[in-house]
């Protein structure tokens, strides 16, 4: 197996880190501003006379709980998402950083534009809506999709390795089957036999955002990340 400069668990995430805390610091900021000023509140939402909230709600929150509630969820299904990517080289680790990231935000996006457009076909002129939730479901779409991708792989890998006699697995392998199966497995069991509670369908929250971009950032995620692989292959044969 060929090694690669900076292969230890942290290798090639810095864009995702730095990512992270910009995100905490973006919502932490907003928040204090809108608690100092409420009627920015209003200016930054989602509602249907204020399509500018498909890109600020993202980063405003009417309450504390909800705000700090979105960021760790978000922190750790970050911190999931390096553990799934454990195998990967330095260079893939950078772009499943960038596909993290702004596949994320792009869900989020698109989840409260169809929500928005849902809301102008049906009439409603008077709701509003904020939060990270979009974005979060988001990525927790793009982390399952990244489980799945995965474990295909690293079996193959395993195998390969185990069929020759001296060749050892490195522990990075068994880190990321390890994380991806445990992905897999948590994520069906909440969204088939706990839905509710994987959606957070209770009164007074805008659950279908969620569930968009979860579908979104799934989908997305891994149509990019089956052509980056074609990609791969069609490059070994120039």
Not at 63 to 80: E, K, P, R, W, Y
Not at 104 to 113: P, T, V, Y
């Amino acid at each position: 197996m060929e090694a690669f400069e900076g292969s230890e668990s942290w290798g090639g995430f810095r864009f995702l880190g730095l990512a992270i805390a910009v995100f905490f610091a973006l919502n932490i900021t907003v928040f204090c501003a809108v608690s100092a000023s409420r009627p920015l509140l209003n200016t930054l939402v989602l509602s249907p006379d204020r399509p500018s909230g498909i890109v600020t709600a993202t980063f405003t929150h009417n309450d504390i709980s909800h705000m700090f509630g979105n960021l760790a969820v978000f922190g750790i299904l970050g911190l999931f998402f390096v553990g799934v990517n454990q195998s990967a080289d330095l260079e893939s680790r950078r772009r499943l950083s960038k596909i993290f990231v702004f596949g994320s935000f792009l869900a989020g996006m698109a989840a409260s534009a169809v929500q928005l457009g849902i809301w102008k076909i049906s009439g409603v002129s008077t709701i509003q809506a904020c939060g990270a939730s979009g974005m979060v479901y988001g990525a927790a779409g793009i982390l399952l999709a990244s489980a799945l991708y995965n474990i295909p792989g690293c079996i193959s890998n395993i195998r390969l390795i185990m069929s020759d006699r001296l060749g050892i697995a490195p522990p990075n392998i068994f880190y990321a089957i390890s994380f991806s199966m445990c992905v897999v497995a948590l994520f069906s069991y909440m969204a088939v036999f706990e839905t509710k509670v994987f959606f957070y369908m209770e009164s007074g929250v805008v659950w279908s955002a969620h569930e968009l971009g979860f579908l979104f950032g799934f989908l997305a995620s891994i149509l990019v990340l089956l052509a980056l692989r074609r990609r791969g292959r069609e490059s070994l044969h120039i």
